[in-house]
Each structure stands twice: as structure tokens, then as C-alpha cells.
């Protein structure tokens, strides 16, 4: 099986939202009741574009999964944070997927000079929690009983990861398109050679 991690491209997302429809319908991984509409997911997609790294996993030309970056927080202040996303479709899960997303794209994120990464997860959610323990990710608080989905309440536990030293004062983020072409490419040919299991 052939398999690539590029970047996405706005006319993946209705191969992004046919993965993620099945977490929202399906799961509390999502807190979103409804799935977005395709314009609104593909607006997304490019929003996160003009400044993070939005991967997709292919597998044989198929995407099979997605991971991203996006702001942790608005305030000024906390731009040199991110909140991480993966998702894998449910057909693929437990074959190493989502471990070489998550490894691109850290790598990436510490090339922009993004210092702290942080990953929710909906607890409990082994799979995941062992994912972010594997990156190095500490347990950095769970809140309880925070959201309501599918009958019952959830418990979401915050995940987080120093990429970069935190100097005085900090450069801005260098966006994902700013980045080196090559070490770019080299990172994506690294994690997306890794034969899925």
C-alpha cells in the first residue's frame, strides 16, 4: 500500500468531512452536534491553512486521516500557542496513522517557533491518552463532566507539550507557507513513508 502525508488542499474537505462526520454523528470525540455543511468545513480548511499545518494522510490516493493546528486561545498574548486535532477514519484506526500525523505535524509547529501544544481529549479515550503520553504530552488538567453530547456528560482531559525555550521575547509565528520548501518535504516524506500496520 502506497502511502504519502501531504498538506490539505481546500478540495479535500469533502474527503476530510466524510472522516469526520462519523466522530460528530457517531462519538463524543466531537463536541459538535451537527456535521458542518461542506462550505463551511472547506472554510475551515483554508482558514487554518494561512497560518498552521493542515495534514492529510493518504493511503493508495485515499485520505484516511487529518491532523491540524489552530489557535489555543485568541488573546494576543497566547499566539504562541496551539490546540491539536487528528482524526483517522474509523476503518484505519490502531494502524499507526494518527501516530505519524501527530509526529509531522509536531515537528512543523516547532519549525514555526510555536511554544506549547496542547491536545483535549474526551476521557476516557485510551487510545488518544496513550498517543499524547507517547509525544511526551503531560496530563495538564481534566475537566469534569464539561460537556454534554450522546445522553450523558464528558470529562475532557488537557494534554500539553513544550516545542520551543520560552525567551523574553518571543518572534512571531512563521506561517506554515513561510516555512522551508525542503525541510517541509523532507518532514512530510519521513512520517508518510512509515508503512501503516
Do not use: C
Not at 501531504?6 to 459538535?32: C, G, H, M, N, W
Not at 493518504?58 to 489555543?72: R, S, T
Not at 488573546?75 to 505519524?100: D, K, P, T
Amino acid at each position: 500500500m502506497k502511502t504519502e502525508i501531504r498538506l490539505a488542499k481546500p478540495q479535500d474537505a469533502a474527503e476530510l468531512l466524510e472522516i469526520y462526520a462519523f466522530y460528530v454523528q457517531e462519538t463524543a470525540v466531537s463536541f459538535e452536534y451537527q456535521v458542518p455543511e461542506l462550505e463551511e468545513f472547506r472554510s475551515r480548511v483554508e482558514q487554518v491553512l494561512q497560518q498552521y499545518p493542515y495534514l492529510v494522510y493518504l493511503a493508495d490516493e485515499k485520505i484516511v486521516g487529518f491532523a491540524y493546528a489552530h489557535k489555543q486561545l485568541e488573546r494576543a498574548a497566547y499566539q504562541w500557542n496551539v490546540e491539536l486535532s487528528v482524526y483517522v477514519h474509523h476503518n484505519f484506526l490502531r494502524r499507526g496513522i494518527g501516530r505519524a500525523l501527530y509526529g509531522a505535524l509536531l515537528e512543523l509547529l516547532t519549525l514555526q517557533g510555536v511554544r506549547n501544544a496542547y491536545g483535549l481529549v474526551t476521557s476516557p479515550n485510551r487510545s488518544s491518552e496513550k498517543l499524547h503520553k507517547s509525544f511526551g504530552f503531560q496530563l495538564l488538567a481534566i475537566h469534569r463532566r464539561t460537556g454534554y453530547k450522546m445522553g450523558q456528560w464528558h470529562d475532557v482531559s488537557w494534554f500539553e507539550k513544550s516545542l520551543n525555550s520560552h525567551g523574553k521575547e518571543p518572534e512571531a509565528l512563521i506561517p506554515v507557507s513561510g516555512l522551508d520548501a525542503n525541510r517541509v518535504q523532507f518532514i512530510l516524506n519521513q512520517y508518510g513513508n512509515t508503512p501503516i500496520k
